[in-house]
């Protein structure tokens, strides 16, 4: 009984309400996974040797990072969005292959990073450095962050099971539980207290991923104490190629969306050590604390998402647009204060991290700059949210492209040959991103008038 209340909120609550309770769990979720790799950069910038040689070779591995990440998550909004759907329509047992195959999926994703991890990682850092000392740093703390990946990818997946259900909170805790565990053993490992030994970058790596796994296994727990609607069985984790198929179709975009930001900062990172190696530094660190902000709007859209999808399955109109409305309006309200938060803290946030004069200098211009950025930003990332929803993963698709790669790449590379012919106009590089969310945002309000007249206007709101 309390499994089917839980599920009907889903299509009785009010909306507004509703997206708040479910999607406050999730942003805070989002928030403390962007926390991971900020407070990893604090503590290995304030080494006592070479500490900004170690921030910059973790913005070196940060796009692997990312890509592990975009994989994870993309599986588990194609998985949300498929079972939320499917739990609407009363399809018990689609709803348990959904999550079987999830599982199934999640286990072949640790498989390849393990494989890149052991295998690929010094060939990709070379096309990145030459500096001995950043490639031998960055190697270590790639390798341990890939081969040890599974905390990172299944609690991804069962993060998403939890939410889809409507137990956002309990995702939420374990991910809470994770980052403390984190937060904890970074001193610890990478300077060397209570006894251990010290581990530099490779304490970073450890610590990481020993607060990843320790996230995944209570997520595990939660999903199968909480998730009563699901049943758990080793045949629903048989591969079935119509689920994954399905989970696909959604989660893809998702998955290209989120990987874009990885060839987005490797295609950056590429770009901007031609002007200095101290450019590529200030953007890494720069990205880590826009993630914070940025992926307040993520966890939102994971809210926006299975509401939108639950009631589209429902078939009411009504409550679909609501969940519109409100998700654009609150993901609106978190860019502006995170805006305002980065212009008026831009100096202290850049104080924490122990850099060099020129490079705190680059750091709090481009807080300054690329804030301007986020209302615009916010509106992408809710419309793809929404279009994920609704079975426009291409429209996602097409924005994720815009605003993280055609208009990103091309235009910072011709800012950043006026910035090498004068160094006082490295600024201009800032502006790269103001140009591609706005840009990107015209043509999602576009999109999105098409889909309302085509998927949205056509429902009967029998459900009303």
């Not at 080494?47 to 591995?61: C, R, Y």
């Not at 994703?109 to 990682?121: A, E, S």
């Not at 490797?266 to 050590?273: C, P």
């Not at 211009?365 to 079975?391: E, H, P, Y």
């Amino acid at each position: 009984m309390k499994e089917k209340e839980s599920m009907n909120k889903m299509g009785t609550a009010p909306v507004n309400k509703l997206m708040l309770t479910m999607g406050i769990p999730m942003i805070l979720s989002m928030m403390l996974q962007a926390l991971y790799n900020i407070v990893d950069s604090a503590f290995v910038s304030n080494m006592a040797n070479g500490g900004e040689e170690a921030l910059n070779a973790l913005t070196l591995a940060f796009p692997v990072q990312m890509l592990m990440v975009a994989i994870g998550i993309g599986t588990g909004v194609g998985t949300n969005a498929l079972l939320s759907k499917s739990l609407g329509q009363g399809n018990r047992e689609k709803v348990s292959l959904v999550a079987g195959n999830a599982v199934f999926l999640g286990i072949i994703i640790y498989i390849v990073f393990l494989i890149f991890g052991l295998f690929g990682t010094d060939i990709y850092l070379l096309t990145q450095t030459k500096n001995p000392e950043i490639l031998e740093m960055a190697s270590c703390y790639l390798k341990i962050c890939c081969c040890l990946s599974m905390g990172n990818v299944f609690y991804a997946i069962f993060e998403k099971l939890l939410q889809a259900t409507g137990r956002a909170l309990f995702s939420t805790i374990a991910q809470i539980a994770g980052a403390l565990v984190n937060i904890i053993l970074d001193p610890i490992l990478i300077y060397g207290w209570l006894g251990m030994p010290e581990m530099g970058v490779a304490g970073a790596a450890y610590a990481t991923i020993i607060g990843q796994i320790v996230s995944a296994i209570m997520g595990f727990v939660f999903h199968l104490k909480k998730n009563k609607e699901i049943t758990n069985n080793l045949k629903y984790m048989k591969p079935q190629k119509h689920i994954i198929k399905e989970i696909y179709s959604i989660g893809l975009p998702a998955i290209i969306a989120q990987a874009l930001m990885s060839v987005m900062t490797y295609g950056l990172n590429v770009i901007f050590v031609k002007i200095g190696e101290s450019v590529v530094t200030a953007y890494g660190l720069y990205y880590k604390i826009q993630q914070f902000i940025l992926f307040a709007a993520f966890g939102l859209r994971d809210a926006i998402t299975p509401i939108v999808s639950f009631n589209h399955g429902m078939g009411s109109k009504k409550r679909v647009k609501a969940g519109i409305k409100y998700g654009m309006l609150y993901t609106t309200i978190i860019m502006i204060a995170g805006m305002l938060l980065l212009e008026i803290c831009a100096v202290p946030f850049s104080a924490v991290f122990g850099l060099s004069g020129e490079t705190q200098q680059l750091c709090i211009g481009a807080m300054r700059i690329v804030s301007l950025s986020f209302v615009f930003a916010g509106i992408n990332v809710a419309f793809q949210g929404i279009f994920q929803a609704l079975d426009s993963g291409l429209e996602s698709l097409i924005i994720s492209v815009f605003r993280q790669f055609l208009f990103v790449l091309p235009v910072a590379y011709g800012f950043s040959r006026i910035a090498i012919a004068d160094n006082s106009k490295i600024w201009l590089v800032w502006v790269t991103f103001l140009i591609a969310e706005g840009i990107s945002a015209i043509f999602a309000c576009i999109f999105m008038k098409r889909i309302n007249k085509n998927k949205i206007n056509v429902l009967e709101d029998k459900n009303e």
